[in-house]
């Protein structure tokens, strides 16, 4: 018995032993606290402030003249949209002689609710900059015959990575001694080699001074400075002072994680095989004969394509087939939910976007999108819409050419255009604004029937990735389509081409022709009258969430 207990003890004993030795053996990483606000700190704020050119008041006496061409396309301390009066009271006069039209976004809230807004508005807006922009956006002047070599731009280093400082050196100056200070804010300073005759002191730590009497032997040292990043963040920047005796300078030094690529395997080389590189999608809501049509003119021409359905109909009916993917929603989800859905499931590198009461002709070559994409560096290209009409019980057929993102060709022959530029003026507390407008800003070399522009209508072939990127805000359930170019606004390169065309089932109403039950209710829905809750909901979304103050349009 007493044996049993001695081992027991003994067993107790080593086991402790164990777990102590195997406590003070693990590896212990210290965790500190840092601020994640992507801002350069008071002490490199002041440095950079002191950098910025002071006026100088013996410039100021010389005389000027303005040349008023010029001075007047300089952004001003605030925008105001303005619209055109007066003009011709006739028909098709805003079609023949557009005028710009100015509409105020405040109006989409009550008077006792407007200030309110305007205050949650400007704390979100507040944050928002915050936390979108970094040491990388702040002006900095370089010195005049600074004898300091740094690198102006393209220095980047990944979260808590080391690089070498490239470009680092000290000009000839007539001195005994020479000596150099690096300090760096979000990272500290080494050198991955020693050079004679240098003397270095802080290595290691966010501030490093190298000092030697040789300067051909410190700017040897200054190729072998390394930086590494010690305060993760996903995305900014570290503001890096590089200063000798009289002279400073200021470069960034960009932090961020490399862009991780999505490829997409399109098959071998050749012909562009439309079904590996093209899905498409569409919305439909209770218009179940025309998106029949809308298949079976695609099966026409391709096959095997796969169509991705978004459906928010009350009563779902069953649409089936090969490569067709049809994914119900509640019940009047709405247009832009439906758009996201729809886009969310497509797994090819191109998306194509049609309404669900189009119909493919020999016209609609989608190879011919394919390859402007493939060949350029647009992110999406809008297309032609020809409106065709066939009236039932009569052989009378009547066509109105309609372009979406290219001409337009009416019934009465007049032809335009439905590009869209889009701009936005800088104002003050009271927000942004929004000017849209027909036309388009040039020409793309290699292909003469298209162009660069700002937004097209629904019609159009995109990267999948960067649709899925911009998203649709699904609060915009019935008046939608520019709001999402608007969110993508400078960041979507977005073009028109003019000679692909896909066919429009009509909407012109005639007399003779009833309207069934379900045309009915999908024009209940689709066409809100503009006072409605969904005309609201846009200019709301507008004003605060997009921080615009009015729009312009033509």
């Given amino acids: 018995m007493r044996s049993l207990r001695k081992t027991v003890l003994l067993a107790i004993l080593v086991s402790v ?37 002071e006026p100088n008041h013996q410039l100021g006496n010389l005389p000027y003249r303005l040349r008023e061409s010029v001075a007047s396309l300089l952004a001003r301390n ?74 102006t731009q393209g220095v980047e280093v990944r979260p808590l990575k080391t690089i070498l400082i490239p470009g680092l050196a000290l000009q000839d100056l007539p ?24 003397k270095i002191k802080g290595d290691g730590e966010m501030h490093m001074t190298l000092s030697s009497s040789l300067l051909p032997n410190l700017n040897r040292q200054l190729q072998f400075v390394t ?45 562009y095989n439309v079904s590996a590189f093209v899905t498409i999608a569409t919305k439909t809501f209770l218009r179940y004969d025309k998106l029949q049509d809308l298949i079976d003119s695609v099966r026409r021409y391709y096959p095997t394509v796969t169509i991705v359905i978004a459906d ?58 394919v390859d402007v994409l493939e060949r350029t560096t647009l992110d ?15 052989s009378v057929c009547v066509c109105v050419c309609v372009q979406v993102g290219g001409a337009v060709r009416e019934a009465t022959g007049y032809t335009a255009t439905y590009r869209q530029t889009i701009s936005i ?33 629904n019609f159009f072939l995109a990267r999948t990735d960067k649709v899925q990127q911009v998203g649709f805000d699904p609060r915009l359930a019935r008046v939608a389509h520019l709001e999402f170019f608007i969110d993508g606004l400078g960041s979507l390169h977005v073009g028109s081409c003019d000679d692909v065309i896909v066919n429009h089932a009509t909407k012109i109403k005639l007399p003779w022709v009833s309207q069934s039950e379900s045309d009915k209710t999908y024009a209940k829905f689709r066409y809100p009258s ?20 009015c729009l312009t349009h033509n």
């Fill in 78 to 151: 605030g925008c105001v949209c303005e619209g055109e009066s007066g003009g011709v009271n006739l028909p098709f006069a805003q079609l023949l002689f557009p005028r710009v039209s100015a509409h105020p976004l405040h109006t989409a809230f009550e008077a006792s609710e407007l200030e309110e807004m305007r205050r949650r508005r400007a704390k979100e807006y507040q944050s928002f900059q915050m936390r979108s922009q970094s040491p990388a956006d702040v002006l900095i002047v370089a010195e005049a015959n600074n004898p300091l070599q740094y690198p």
């Fill in 227 to 271: 930086y590494t990043n010690t305060l993760f963040h996903p995305s900014t920047a570290d503001t890096v002072e590089f200063e000798t005796e009289g002279h400073q300078a200021i470069f960034i030094i960009k932090i961020r994680h490399g862009v991780t690529p999505k490829l997409y395997n399109t098959g071998p080389k050749g012909e």
């Fill in 425 to 457: 003026e800088q104002g003050e507390k009271d927000g942004d604004c929004l000017h849209m407008r027909r036309g388009f800003h040039h020409v793309i070399q290699g292909f003469p029937n298209c162009v660069v522009t700002d937004g097209v209508i």
């Fill in 312 to 369: 928010d109909s009350e009563n779902p009916q069953a649409v089936s087939g090969p490569y067709i993917e049809h994914y119900i929603m509640p019940f009047g989800k709405g247009w832009f939910a439906g758009r996201n859905l729809a886009v969310s499931q497509v797994t090819t590198k191109y998306v194509l976007w049609v309404d669900d009461d189009f119909i493919f002709t020999s016209n609609t070559k989608l190879e011919k999108l």
């Fill in 530 to 549: 503009a006072s409605s809750d969904a005309t609201h909901t846009k200019n709301g979304l507008l004003f605060f969430k997009n921080r615009f103050q």
């Fill in 175 to 198: 001195r005994e001694h020479y000596s150099v200070n690096i300090t760096a804010t979000l990272g500290t300073l080494n050198v991955a080699a020693e050079v004679e005759g240098v």
């Fill in 17 to 53: 032993v164990l777990v102590l030795a195997l406590l003070h053996s693990w590896p212990t990483r210290a965790y500190t606290t840092v601020d994640v606000w992507q801002r350069p700190g008071p002490i490199v704020e002041s440095h950079l402030e002191e950098r910025l050119p």
């Fill in 380 to 394: 999406l290209t809008g297309h032609t819409v020809a409106q065709a009409m066939s009236i039932q019980q009569t």
